[in-house]
């Protein structure tokens, strides 16, 4: 391949060019340096944004970095062994842009791994892509490591698994046997695990796990004839023989369903954790990069750390499909002879200048003040038990939050998770939500090795302040923090310290800026929409405040 | 009897997911799954919050529905594939029968449409292999299809191409192009694509690409259509003369076909009356032509013409064959009911002012007449793609930069496209070339002299309006307000555009009415008995 020039910039594209693939998004990098990472999703207002070409994202991309589709001397797509969306690829380029790239195929898994071990600060580090399928394998196991441009390896894939010995499908298919949706409600049933049981459903018929190992029985997490969209359920009479008859969505939860996603979450966790270790007993590495939609089970990711053998672990942000682009640019650097830098921050999406929020205000032709102290007005209004959304700056690459586009609240009131729920988020009473810290202040809180930046992994919350903060402690004690750094975003930071100042609290409870059903919020329409479409009491919009008056 | 129609997700490209209900003839609900899930066409979704919407208004179980019928009758495995995700969803699966997708479409006109017996059309892209399909219906013997059209020879193929080629999104935007066509003289031959022939029309297949595995966002053009007219225009560019005039003669040679279509038809059936459905039966510009022809006395389109109207035509079809009377079908207001408590909820919740009024019809024509962008949300949503008066965003017609206000703080559109016109009936004969009521805009009509000046922010560019009219005994909430707007202001109309945002499904919700009404320029929200202003509310 060409070296680069300096103007040339590596593109990397999810395409989802079919309504199964998800989460499409144009990730931009320059000399190694990630400039952008844009999600369809946001911009088409449809979350994963199925089948969805990254269209608007690209253009979002191309406006923010002020590129021409010329500059673009690669497209990195994150899928080797679809051939033929090379060429579509191209064709669809052509339409909407008037010229495409040349397009660069990465294998799935190996773009999921660049994703986890390139923006991480690890010189080096074990690797695991875990998904539901991409490329026909559902993991990958490897060694990441910087400085080897000359020898060319970068990130080495020691081992692969096939699709039927898939983890992803594994819980999803058991997901959607709980009466949860397959596109994307894992995270109800690890939340619900904690209510659970341990070792009350024996699923050893389906999944064995040994010290380094699993096996998966695919018997059970599969149908004739072949369900081809994501609402049809996976599994077939097998699975009912063994188990019973599948919870209807919609109704009551019981005892019993409790106890089978606390022992799908157990077996995961379990058939994680053996992996890690063989991995580690390959290679002897003691950090580790995690990315693909498994990634994002933070409380197996809590208990990675706890390993003893583990110093540190990363997790990509955006470790789903949108991630794997960010992975697929990433390698096709590395193979123009650039390594790729760390990220610091993933505040990498679409921003809006002061101008154009106030266009917006005026459209809507909303009340609004100019707000010169927002972090004050935001702090004294959330200790006013005011549920409260901020708006700033660059939006966030990957499913979290972190105060760019985020709903907050007091972690103190005891009642303040019913409220959100009732007013906001109409969403099922057994999920937490999550808090953000300040930094400084994580050790005094959590027991754990290192908190994520990122909400990537739970953190067991210290005895003593359990009562303090109830509205982000889950029913198992932990909570999936965000430590907030000044030097990464200071708007946010000071709105987390002012409230620190007021209630000796430095933590207020942090859910990402939408309605049940929608991608997080875009622009500023999107925003002030939000605000009057659910309960929110004051929306702080750049420098604006827009308040409602509650009798 | 209780029977259930259903359409969409048993391929990934299936678009327009719904479902309809009806017990005993009568049609208790019909909604489209894009306005429960929020996304617009709701492509390659399960119906399956419309058919729970749909159990809900009838208070019945999936286990007292009789029959679930679906259109795709060549798809294999769509029956045991269906009895698993209604089980899986619903806990039983009731007994599924599978029907024609053309079928389907002309049930769903047919047995909309009150006639006795009528010649009958459906045309769109493709569905169960076919392009189209010419029946006989009669309210003696049923739907007898007397021809099909074979899917590689299809004109609703021809006109999403173009639309491709255009820059605009296939599947979705035929519309722009329809609108376009105005601007533009029809100077390109495209006969090398599709032309009338005796036998319909022919359109040759290999200017487009094979759609097998490609999602409507990628081109359709194949690189031979490119030979022919060279660069495609590219999403967002300016729209220069050429493309016009393309637009232009891609609506004249759909016109002639469908002409020629209709013709044939004719001498098939030697009906007079004619039904159209499928989605090439939305091109209201087209259905003009149609309703024109001296043999045509009278046309029903189906309000719900593409995809959506399919599980209406399936339940509908059912409905016949099971002997089931069918009652008449006399507007499209059949979305879920909303509960006057379901409205001082979402109100609650919002937690914004909003002031009860004793008639909002009268209020409503006051800030309409006087300039106002009024967002009004009232009773049960409509089917099909049309704002008719429960959904709707209306303003006043007579004004003339009424157009470019909409489109600079509603619906951020291009200025090229037409907003329609809903009129009192009494007095539509008046202000347009019209015969019959037209209660769902599916045909654009010639605005007579001198209504096509006053009526300046709905009269298109080549002087027609898509009207919709009101009649007072099926709607009159909506009849009352026009009424007093024309008190007001002397013009018996308003601009009535459908009350969502850009790229999203029109507003179900009362909720999401209150959170459209904020994220736009609307001046005041009528919602039920309550009104919602913006320089009142109390923030």
Same mark, same amino acid.
């Given at each position: ?124 580090? $074990? ?92 018997? *059970? ?148 003040? *100019? ?181 | ?316 079809? $059912? ?82 930069? $009424? ?12 200025? *090229? ?13 008046? $202000? ?108």
């Amino acid at each position: 391949m060409n070296k680069l020039n300096s103007k040339s910039v590596v593109m990397g594209l999810m395409t989802a060019m079919t309504n199964n693939q998800h989460d499409s998004a144009a990730c931009f990098v320059l000399n190694g340096e990630t400039l952008g990472c844009y999600e369809e999703e946001r911009y088409v207002r449809y979350k994963h944004a199925y089948g969805h070409l990254p269209i608007q994202a690209i253009s979002a991309g191309l406006k923010a970095h002020n590129l021409d589709i010329r500059d673009i001397s690669i497209v990195a797509i994150p899928t080797l062994k679809h051939v033929d969306l090379v060429p579509r690829t191209r064709l669809f380029l052509e339409h909407y842009f008037g010229y495409s790239p040349k397009i660069y195929p990465v294998n799935h898994q190996v773009s999921h791994m660049a994703s986890a071990f390139f923006p991480s600060d690890f010189e080096e580090a $074990m690797l695991i892509s875990a998904d539901g399928q991409g490329d026909y394998e559902s993991l990958a196991l490897g060694v990441g490591k910087r400085g080897t441009l000359q020898s060319g390896s970068g990130i080495k894939v020691l081992e692969t698994k096939g699709i039927d010995q898939s983890l992803g499908i594994f819980y999803q298919t058991l997901t959607q046997y709980l009466g949860f949706s397959g596109a994307g409600d894992e995270y109800k049933v690890m939340g619900l695990s904690a209510y659970g049981n341990p070792g009350a459903v024996d699923l050893s018929s389906i999944i064995k796990v040994a010290t380094t190992d699993y096996l998966i029985n695919p018997e *059970f997490l599969k149908r004739d004839p072949m369900p081809r969209n994501i609402g049809e359920p996976r599994f077939g009479s097998s699975l009912l023989a063994e188990f019973g008859p599948a919870r209807l969505k919609g109704s009551p939860l019981t005892q019993k369903n409790r106890d089978f996603a606390r022992a799908i979450q157990d077996n995961f966790e379990n058939a994680f954790i053996s992996t890690v270790r063989r991995l580690h007993e390959m290679t002897g590495i003691r950090r580790i990069g995690l990315a693909g939609g498994c990634a994002l089970n933070c409380l197996a990711n809590m208990k990675l750390l706890d390993l003893p053998f583990i110093e540190d672990v990363f997790i990509q942000p955006a470790s789903t499909d949108q991630g794997s682009a960010l992975g697929a640019a990433l390698i096709a650097s590395f193979d123009l002879g650039i390594e790729p830098k760390t990220i610091e921050n993933y505040y990498l999406g679409s921003s809006y200048t002061d101008n154009e929020i106030l266009k917006s205000l005026k459209v809507s032709g909303v009340k609004y003040e *100019f707000c010169d102290n927002v972090a004050f007005q935001a702090a004294k209004a959330l200790q006013d038990n005011r549920i409260i959304a901020v708006y700033n700056g660059r939006s966030e690459f990957g499913p979290r939050a972190l105060g760019n586009r985020s709903i907050l609240a007091n972690p103190i009131n005891v009642n303040i998770k019913n409220e959100i729920n009732q007013k906001i988020k109409f969403r099922e009473e057994f999920r937490p939500f999550a808090p953000a810290v300040l930094g400084e202040k994580c050790g005094e809180i959590f027991n754990s090795k290192t908190i994520s930046k990122f909400m990537t992994i739970t953190s067991k919350v210290s005895e003593d302040w359990r009562s303090k903060i109830p509205g982000i402690v889950h029913v198992d004690g932990t909570a999936r923090p965000q430590a907030v750094w000044k030097k990464d975003n200071e708007s946010f930071y000071n709105i987390v310290f002012e409230f620190h100042k007021l209630t000796q609290v430095p933590v207020v409870i942090n859910t990402s800026f939408n309605v049940m059903g929608e991608p997080i919020v875009e622009t500023p329409l999107d925003a002030i929409k939000t605000f009057f479409g659910s309960g929110l009491d004051d929306l702080f919009i750049g420098n604006y405040h827009l308040t409602k008056n509650r009798d | 009897m209780n029977i259930l129609g259903i359409h969409g997700g048993v391929t990934i490209n299936q678009h327009d997911a719904g479902a309809a209900l009806i017990v005993d003839g009568k049609l208790i609900c019909v909604v489209e799954e894009e306005r429960l899930i929020r996304i617009k066409t709701a492509t390659g979704a399960l119906p399956i919050e419309s058919i729970a919407a749909c159990l809900r208004e009838s208070g019945l179980t999936m286990q007292d529905i009789d029959v679930v019928v679906l259109a795709g009758e060549t798809y294999e495995d769509i029956i045991p594939r269906t009895a698993e995700w209604l089980k899986h969803h619903f806990g039983t699966s009731p007994r599924i029968e599978k029907i024609n997708h053309h079928t389907a479409h002309i049930a769903s006109a047919f047995y909309h449409s009150g006639l006795d017996s009528a010649m009958c059309i459906s045309v769109d892209a493709y569905g169960d292999g076919l392009s189209g399909a010419i029946a006989i219906g009669s309210l003696q013997t049923g739907i007898n299809i007397l021809e099909t059209i074979p899917a590689n020879n299809s004109l609703g193929v021809f006109y999403s191409t173009m639309t491709s080629f255009l820059g605009f999104r296939p599947g979705e935007d035929e519309y722009k192009v329809m609108g376009l066509a105005p601007y533009g003289n029809p100077s390109i031959d495209l006969s090398f694509f599709c032309k009338p022939v005796p036998e319909g029309f022919f359109c040759d297949p290999k200017f487009f690409r094979s759609r097998k595995s490609a999602t409507s966002l990628e081109p359709y053009y194949s690189k031979l259509l490119l030979d022919q007219l060279g660069n495609p225009r590219r999403k967002g560019d300016p729209i220069s003369e050429i493309f016009k005039d393309i637009a232009a003669s891609t609506q004249l040679t759909l016109e002639t076909s469908l002409v020629s279509l209709v013709t044939k038809a004719f001498k098939m059936t030697n009906e007079k009356a004619l039904c159209l459905a499928g989605g090439v039966a939305l091109n209201c510009s087209a259905n003009r032509l149609l309703y024109n022809l001296p043999f045509v006395n009278e046309l029903f389109v189906q309000p719900a013409s593409s995809d959506r109207g399919l599980p209406l035509g399936c339940a509908l079809f $059912m409905a016949f064959i099971c002997g089931e009377k069918i009652e008449p079908i006399p507007h499209v207001f059949y979305g879920p009911s909303q509960s006057p408590k379901e409205i001082e909820s979402a109100i609650s919740i919002s937690g914004v002012s909003a002031t009860k009024v004793e008639n909002p019809a009268i209020e409503a024509a006051k800030r309409i007449a006087t300039g106002e962008i009024v967002g009004w949300f009232q009773g049960r949503s409509e089917f099909g793609p049309r704002a008719l008066g429960h959904r709707s965003i209306l303003a006043n017609p007579t004004i003339a930069n $009424m157009k470019d206000q909409i489109n600079a703080k509603v619906k951020f559109r291009e200025e *090229f496209r037409p907003f329609a016109p809903s009129v009192l009936e009494e007095d539509s004969y008046d $202000m347009f070339e019209i015969k019959n009521p037209s209660p769902y805009m599916t045909v654009a009509y010639n605005v007579k002299n001198p209504w096509n000046t006053i009526m300046k922010s709905t009269t298109h560019v080549n002087n027609t309006g898509r009207v919709q009219t009101v009649d007072s005994a099926t709607d009159p909430h909506f009849y009352n307000l026009i009424n007093e707007v024309k008190s007001f202001t002397g013009c018996p109309a308003v601009l009535n555009t459908s009350f969502n945002i850009k790229g999203q499904p029109i507003v179900e919700k009362p909720l999401e009415a209150i959170s459209t009404f904020y994220g736009t320029g609307m001046d005041s929200l009528f919602i039920g008995n309550y009104l919602l202003t913006k320089n009142k509310t109390k923030i």
